[in-house]
């Protein structure tokens, strides 16, 4: 039976061409493509594919977060194949027996033997959840996992920004800027919960429902009106976020205040 499969990868050209090889392996049937991390998760919920080509360096959620997400939010795993254009990350961290990987451009005989490794393993009946929750551990004691990027877009510039320097983000009329600590920008992400979703919990934290701050960057808690808070950011302007008064239970016992 042909294995239900997906790309997910955030440059156009590599899908396609990646589904042009696939188009030459009978076993293989391309059910979806995603661009992002975010829409890997959708469809994969959606479809339960059995395999599932995966990105590893994409703006917002990475291969490795998509991963992390699967598990957290116990949705079946697939089996998964990493593409990278970086060989590095192949050589450290794909190399363990775990799961397989492809670098970029893709060469259909590496294709060939990722796509029959993928088979020994469904054959043999090896569930991916234990390999990909020992990769998980591998990158966690490792810090090998790449950070998140951010696309912001600021003064006609489109540019990548590392999630760990934003010190934190805010929405008005339905737009989302992105603050660091010497420039701001656009978001293209639609609403808080979105980037939220993309980002890692235990940096990112959302003080008011129109805010998400990097808790790295908080310079000075201040006290305001009716034992409420004031986060001053580590920002050139020195921002101040409010903290919502169903968060300030929240913030005491993150400060032990």
Partial sequence: MAINTLIVDDERPARDELAFLLKGFPEINVIAQGKNGLEAIAL?????????FLDVQMPGLDGFGVIKKLAERKVRLPQIIFATAYDQY????????????????????????????????????????????????????SRLAPPVKLL???????????????????????TISIHTH????TSNYRTIEELSDSLDAESFWRPHRSFLVNIHHIREVVPWFK???????????????PVSRAQTKRLREFLKL
Wanted: hydrophobic share 40%; aromatic share 4%.
């Fill in 182 to 185: 010497d420039m701001e920008g």
């Fill in 44 to 52: 994969i919920k959606e479809h339960e594919p059995e395999l599932v």
């Fill in 90 to 141: 192949a050589v450290q961290a794909f190399e363990v027996n775990v799961v397989d990987y492809l670098l970029k451009p893709f060469d259909k005989a590496r294709l060939a033997r990722a796509i029959q490794r993928v088979k020994k393993l469904m054959d043999a009946g090896t569930s991916p959840v234990e390999r990909l929750e020992n990769l998980l551990g591998q990158l966690e004691t």
């Fill in 152 to 174: 912001v877009k600021s003064q006609s510039r489109m540019l990548l920004v590392d999630s760990g320097n934003m010190v934190y983000a805010s929405i008005e009329d339905g």
């Fill in 227 to 241: 034992s409420s808070y004031l986060l001053k950011m580590n920002d050139k302007r020195n921002s101040e976020v």
